[in-house]
T-cell receptor, first 113, second 110 residues
């Protein structure tokens, strides 16, 4: 299995609080992604990174920001959590020569009350 | 037409049977196709890539029909452990985004 660790694995928070999810990889892959998965919507891309300090928006980026200061870490921040951001969040990585193939972390279940 | 569309199922299939499901895509310029498997409350994992000439991996066969814009997955001699959600994944040109289908749920019945 690809070396991808997401933390925390579960989190319950209150509306209006900031939340940061961490994705850590040991594969030295260039590309990293944050998705959310909701019933009826499938996986939707929030943000992605194509290198240190290089990030771009996905299809559902509103309310989220990301940072990548090191190759191995990709952080997803919910600036002010809302109930609509209750979801399962997956981090994924892919390498330069096989960008199409993504390996996923185990996911973070976030509940915003 | 949705970018990537799958029958959500569930497909309830007896053990040992053959099952097949399709995934349609709207962008005729799509270049790369994959099937991922996702077990309940787990992360998606790559099952197989789909090549233009079709490809097989053990009991699993994937095919691409460019004319009708769909890919298919066939599972022979199904096992209880095949119960999962199968996600279709499509990518356009080199820099196009990857699009995940919503998945087809498969239940293999003993």
């Amino acid at each position: 299995d690809a070396g991808i660790t997401q933390s925390p694995r579960h989190k319950v928070t209150e509306t209006g609080t900031p939340v940061t999810l961490r994705c850590h990889q040991t594969e030295n892959h260039r590309y990293m992604y944050w998705y959310r998965q909701d019933p009826g919507h499938g996986l939707r891309l929030i943000h992605y990174s194509y290198g240190v300090k290089d990030t771009d928006k996905g299809e559902v980026s509103d309310g989220y920001s990301v940072s990548r200061s090191k190759t191995e870490d990709f952080l997803l921040t919910l600036e002010s959590a809302t109930s609509s951001q209750t979801s399962v969040y997956f981090c994924a990585i892919s390498e330069e020569g096989a960008k199409n193939i993504q390996y996923f972390g185990a996911g973070t279940r976030l509940s915003v009350l | 037409r949705k970018e990537v569309e799958q029958d959500p199922g569930p497909f309830n299939v007896p053990e040992g049977a053959t099952v097949a499901f399709n995934c349609t895509y709207s962008n005729s310029a799509s270049q790369s196709f994959f099937w991922y498997r996702q077990d309940c409350r787990k992360e998606p994992k790559l099952l197989m890539s789909v090549y233009s000439s079709g490809n097989e991996d053990g009991r699993f066969t994937a095919q691409l029909n460019r004319a009708s814009q769909y890919i298919s997955l066939l599972i022979r001699d199904s096992k209880l452990s095949d119960s999962a959600t199968y996600l279709c994944v499509v990518r356009g040109n080199r820099d196009d985004k990857i699009i995940f289908g919503k998945g087809t749920r498969l239940h293999i019945l003993p």
